[in-house]
Nanobody, 123 residues
């Protein structure tokens, strides 16, 4: 079992930046790839980005490529999401998730989820 807790979400103006964190507890954090997903009001949950266990491989959705950066610190059991040039369409609940395999953009393939953190971007 892995427990995930996200933090860092808040209100921010368009063009601003935020850093989200996701802290894991339970089984060895370094055994898992991590994904970030988001769900906007009235929309389905969508894939944002993914980082491999060692942090050396990443993959980004086109909508965030060049603006968002993912990293992880396995010694701290933490994955980070640095969001820059935020736009109102980035408003959503952001979730981190863990899976034991390689890259996947499908939420159904992730085994563990956090409770989410709210990000609101105003124009």
């Amino acid at each position: 079992q892995v427990q995930l807790v996200e933090s860092g979400g808040r209100w921010v103006q368009a063009g601003g930046s935020l850093r989200l964190s996701c802290v894991a507890s339970g089984r060895a954090f370094s055994d898992y790839s991590m994904g970030w997903f988001r769900q906007a009001p009235g929309k389905e949950r969508e894939f944002v980005l993914w980082i491999y266990r060692d942090g050396l491989s990443t993959y980004y959705a086109d909508s965030v490529k060049g603006r968002f950066i993912v990293s992880r610190d396995n010694a701290k059991n933490t994955v980070y999401l640095d969001m820059n040039s935020l736009q109102p369409e980035d408003t959503a609940i952001y979730y981190c998730a863990a899976r034991s395999g390689y890259i996947s953009t499908s939420a159904a393939t992730y085994n563990y989820w956090g409770q989410g953190t709210h990000v609101t971007v105003s124009s």
